[in-house]
């Protein structure tokens, strides 16, 4: 059989201007298993440029999670990505 | 200290909060102080007037960090029980937006409880504001919370 | 910062204290904190149970200390109103004692204020309680005063 | 004309222990002109001697500010003598 890369299914949640910025709070994203946060980051940024300015601005969550952009991602985590939090 | 974190009120809520029941929860006979902080609309910001404020929340983590800072105000201060409330939605001047109340036998734990638990709320707790002026809205400047550098145990043993 | 010490509240009073009251009148829209500080009678004391104490103050003198306490907030922080409310008489296991609250437009000031108004109110306003045991009552113990050591103008010219 | 120690009214408060310990709040007394409050303090261990022991843990107002034990007194003036103080 042909080694393939595996695609597994996660759900990724924007908030706050990043929200306003990808136009909706949540999709869910078919991507290579293990795939990492930074990569998921990229993928968005492929398809809306602009979002590249906010990376330095933001933390990334897995499965509510604070988490590091080199988090690998499986089958139906849960990302988001945080701006700075203002609440209070 | 044990945490008796089943005591406690962590919420979010759309409503106005409500700061009597919640001092009310946390006061017992066995206490002697409790301290509050109340934080609230203010009519403007950066020298512009503010008509209103819009809050989000990631709310599932956010109440996991709420959670969280209770279980480290028990670590450090000899408290008895905690209420954490954030309001969520449209807020207008003067409304409550977060609301916390701490119950101590000695006045000093709660005194450092309750201002510990705003300054790490503020930081930690997924929530934004989006702040309405006349000629427009902005999402309000925030604080970038910790992130973690390494990932251990991120990936499968496989 | 002045001290709008008009428009602040200093009272004893022998009713129950209602802090909704007062947190209500030192709240304004320019505001954006409120740290409150409710104390109230513990069910014990050195692990004797306390069945109710008796407030007694030197009143006029309480009163002229307790806004002496909110002129050092306003030299010291920047708040914007002060109530602080002392109960005399009979109290009641709960019942609260001594209520403060302190708006400010940022948190840390109100902090600061209320903690530092309740730390002098312990040490400089003559007032004393008195504990009633199950077996008798004894004047809680308490701290002195700072003394004035000399005696500036107090001979008359003459 | 004869010299004559000149003696004035004061208004005398106790409180506390210390007004458990007197058997009353408040009174009117006359002293020596010029008096200071420590010699008024003596003239009532004179009357009641388990007064003394008070003595050290004591601060006296005078016309409701806290003052030295030897500031003189003069007609009319409000002394009070101030056990350790347990509000809040």
């Not at chain 1, 985590?77 to 939090?85: G, R, S």
């Amino acid at each position: 059989m042909p080694s393939v890369s595996q695609t597994v299914r996660v759900k990724v949640l924007f908030f706050g201007r990043l929200k306003d910025a990808v136009g909706q709070a949540e999709e869910s994203l078919d991507i290579s298993d293990a795939s990492t946060i930074e990569q998921l980051f990229a993928l968005y940024v492929q398809r809306i440029p602009e979002l590249a300015k906010y990376r330095s601005s933001l933390v990334a969550s897995r499965n509510q999670e604070f988490a590091a952009w080199d988090s690998a991602l499986y089958s139906g985590d849960e990302v988001a990505f945080l701006p700075p939090v203002s609440g209070g | 200290m044990t945490a008796p974190l089943d005591d406690d009120i962590f919420q979010l809520v759309r409503e106005p909060i409500e700061p009597g029941t919640l001092v009310g929860h946390v006061r017992a006979p066995e206490d002697g102080a409790i301290v509050t902080f109340d934080g609230f609309v203010r009519n403007q910001s950066h020298n512009r007037r503010t008509l209103y404020l819009d809050y989000e929340a990631y709310e599932p983590m956010a109440l996991a960090k709420m959670r969280e800072i209770a279980a480290q105000l028990y670590e450090k201060y000899r408290i008895h029980r905690v209420a954490i409330v954030h309001r969520l939605g449209r807020l207008e001047i003067g409304e409550t937006s977060v609301f916390i109340a701490v119950s101590a036998p000695h006045r000093a734990a709660a005194f450092d409880a309750c201002r510990f638990a705003i300054d790490t709320l503020k930081r930690t707790v997924p929530i934004w504001k989006k702040e309405y002026f006349e000629d427009g809205a902005v999402w309000a400047d925030g604080e970038l919370p910790p992130s973690p550098v390494a990932t251990p145990g991120a990936k499968p043993a496989s």
